[in-house]
């Protein structure tokens, strides 16, 4: 899960003692950007096993004869249905190629994971802050 809020991303990831954040803006140039398309991949290859799912379903819907004398509405739903198990399966294979190449940046820069996204500290924004009083 990744949060954005304009200027750099939270990378929200669960652990044992709950969900853990990391900044973006705390990683190294090169490896923010590897991050970055490490999540766009993934993100990609969800969007892509929905499609997988919906079209596997088309078909099981389709072919079985179980679905054959359903009405059209009960049709519908069972492609919805069906499609997200589909999607489910693709994206469990997904997780399995992906979790631990995202996990491994999140132990490369463990000194920067937080469980409280308020304890995060950004290094440039505090730089860049303007002290008004």
Avoid: C
């Avoid at 923010?32 to 499609?51: E, T, V």
């Avoid at 509405?73 to 997904?94: E, H, I, P």
């Amino acid at each position: 899960m990744v949060e954005d809020d304009g200027l750099e991303r939270f990378y929200v990831v669960g652990s044992n003692e709950g969900l853990a954040y990391l900044l973006s803006n705390n990683l190294p140039f090169g490896d923010r950007d590897r991050l970055d398309r490490l999540y766009r991949a993934y993100q990609r290859n969800k969007s892509l096993a929905w499609f997988g799912g919906i079209w596997l379903g088309m078909e099981t819907i389709l072919r079985v004869p179980y679905f054959k004398g359903m009405a059209f509405g009960w049709k519908v739903l069972s492609l919805v249905g069906v499609g997200f198990l589909y999607k489910q399966a693709f994206t469990y294979f997904n997780g399995q190629q992906y979790g631990p190449l995202i996990s491994a940046y999140f132990r490369k820069y463990s000194e920067h994971v937080k469980n409280d996204p308020f304890q995060i500290t950004d290094r440039k924004r505090e730089y860049y802050e303007i002290d008004t009083a």
